[in-house]
């Protein structure tokens, strides 16, 4: 098998949270051994994912079970209030540490630059691992759960959708014009002039997102990171965006991480799927495998609540999923909810483990016989 194109490891994330910064608890310790202020906790303790040329890896899970985070952090790109503490991301060749830029930083002004384009959240540029800047600048599309705030405010789309090109690649502005007319065109945007003058005000949801994936697609990228680009969209525009997704992953035969909270939408278009609860992957395997085999409750709850699948009414899942800030990582994160759950359960955190093709989170995973979709 050859090596993943994209390969996150061990990925740590801590949040602010204000109970804790009121109570003076201290925070976590990072990878670099740098011990924390009151304030900081861990959300996610440790997430591992990858994908392989032309595959798509599917994420799912309930809102602020962090699959943000796990995306943005991969990519040092999250937003003020989070920080990475731990692991690494493989791009390529090209190992990356997603810690915070500016943390043991002196230069005010780097750190500045790198927090107003992050916040504007369309493009990569500000890291201070050039290397790494440049690959990503050039080969990963990003479509963001916001599609208008992620565009910055006060520069015109087409300037944007050519930016990484302009800083990252010896191309001419006139041929960076053309790949960026090129690509509203193919997700069916005017090639106007018009468009590409608009500034972000100017577009509706759905504008915004196709053009973000025009933005993506002038990179020629290997690798699209799609976190919920349905978000908030009329069904019907979304039903146009989610089919072009799919329509250019095929015809470009890019990789790509496609977030949703929704698991048909998920299998639609992914190979793998990665079920997300409580800041973790609870379960990792085939989309075969996840709706026909489910092998932990929680997704076994997911695949039960799809429309059609349980006769009569939808089943539900019971209980409401805690906050990743309350989340006690001494037991499993899902054991209040768990209708399966025994003592071992509510004292003992169960480590990924592997039953037939699946990588499982759950002590008693390969016990139970969990119903999935038949046939
Ligand atoms: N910058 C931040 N500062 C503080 N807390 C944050 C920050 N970013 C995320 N969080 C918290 O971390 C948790 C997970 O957030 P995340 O955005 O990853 O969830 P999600 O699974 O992507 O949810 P959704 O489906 O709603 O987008 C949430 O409780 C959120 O409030
Ligand atoms: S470890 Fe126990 S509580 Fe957690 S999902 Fe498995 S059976 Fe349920
Ligand atoms: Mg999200």
């Not at 146009?240 to 089919?243: K, N, T």
């Not at 390969?366 to 038949?374: F, M």
């Given at each position: 098998?050859?090596?993943?194109?994209?390969e996150v490891k061990?990925?740590?994330v801590?949040?602010?949270?204000?109970?804790?910064?009121v109570?003076g608890?201290?925070g976590?310790v990072?990878?670099?051994?740098?011990?924390l202020?009151?304030?900081?906790v861990?959300?996610?303790?440790?997430v591992s994912y990858?994908v392989h040329?032309g595959?798509?890896?599917g994420?799912?899970?309930?809102?602020?079970?962090?699959?943000s985070?796990?995306?943005?952090?991969a990519?040092?790109?999250?937003?003020?209030?989070?920080?990475v503490?731990?692991?690494?991301?493989?791009?390529r060749?090209?190992v990356?540490?997603?810690?915070h830029?500016?943390?043991?930083e002196?230069?005010?002004?780097l750190?500045r630059?790198?927090?107003?384009?992050?916040v504007a959240?369309?493009?990569t540029?500000?890291?201070?691992?050039?290397?790494w800047?440049e690959l990503?600048g050039t080969?990963v599309g990003?479509?963001f759960?916001?599609?208008?705030?992620?565009?910055?405010?006060?520069?015109?789309?087409g300037?944007?959708?050519?930016?990484?090109l302009?800083?990252h690649?010896n191309?001419?502005?006139k041929?960076?014009?053309?790949?960026?007319?090129?690509?509203l065109?193919?997700?069916g945007?005017?090639k106007?002039g018009?468009l590409f003058?608009?500034?972000?005000?100017?577009l509706?949801r759905g504008?915004?997102?196709r053009?973000?994936?025009?933005?993506?697609?002038?990179?020629?990228?290997?690798l699209?990171?799609?976190?919920?680009?349905?978000?908030?969209?009329?069904p019907?525009v979304?039903a146009?965006?989610?089919?072009l997704?799919?329509d250019?992953?095929?015809?470009?035969?890019?990789?790509m991480?496609?977030?949703?909270?929704?698991?048909?939408?998920?299998?639609?278009?992914?190979?793998r799927?990665?079920?997300?609860?409580?800041?973790e992957?609870?379960?990792?395997?085939?989309?075969t495998?996840?709706?026909?085999h489910?092998?932990?409750?929680?997704?076994?709850?997911?695949?039960?609540?799809l429309?059609?699948?349980?006769?009569?009414?939808?089943?539900t899942i019971?209980g409401?999923a805690?906050?990743?800030?309350?989340i006690?990582?001494?037991l499993?994160?899902?054991a209040?909810?768990?209708s399966?759950?025994?003592e071992?359960c509510?004292?003992v955190a169960?480590r990924?483990?592997?039953?037939?093709?699946t990588?499982?989170r759950?002590h008693?995973a390969?016990?139970?016989?969990?119903?999935?979709?038949?046939g």
């Open positions: 098998m050859p090596k993943p194109l994209f061990d990925l740590r801590a949040v602010v949270d204000d109970f804790r910064l109570k608890l201290p976590p990072t990878d670099d051994g740098e011990q202020e009151p304030g900081w861990e959300t996610l303790p440790g990858h040329e595959e798509v890896l994420m799912v899970g309930e809102s602020a079970s962090g699959k985070l796990m995306l943005m952090g990519f040092g790109l999250l937003s003020s209030g989070a920080r503490i731990g692991g690494t991301t493989r791009y060749d090209h990356y540490q997603p810690f830029p500016w943390s043991g002196d230069d005010e002004g750190r630059e790198y927090k107003e384009r992050r959240g369309t493009t540029a500000g890291y201070t691992d050039d290397a800047a990503v080969e990003f479509l759960q916001d599609p208008i705030g992620s565009w910055t405010p006060d520069i015109v789309i300037e944007q959708s050519g930016e990484a302009a800083e690649t191309l001419s502005i041929e960076i014009e053309e790949r960026v007319f090129d690509a065109g193919e997700v945007l005017p106007s018009r003058r608009a500034f972000r005000h100017e509706s504008m915004a997102q053009a973000m994936l025009a933005a993506a697609l002038t990179k020629a990228p290997y699209l990171i799609a976190d919920e680009p349905l978000n908030g969209l009329d019907p979304a146009g965006i989610m089919e997704i799919m250019m992953q095929a015809k470009r035969g890019m990789a991480v496609f977030v949703s909270h929704d698991l048909a939408v998920v299998a639609r278009i992914a190979d799927v990665a079920v997300v609860y409580g800041g992957m609870v379960e990792h395997a085939s989309v495998d996840i709706y026909h489910p092998k932990h409750p929680y997704t076994a709850g997911l695949v039960g609540s429309p059609g699948v349980t006769p009569g009414r939808l089943r019971d409401e805690q906050l990743l800030v309350d006690d990582r001494g499993c994160s899902f209040d909810r768990c399966y759950a025994t071992i509510r004292s169960p990924a483990s592997v039953v037939g093709a990588e499982v759950c008693h390969a016990d139970l016989d969990l119903p999935g979709i038949r």
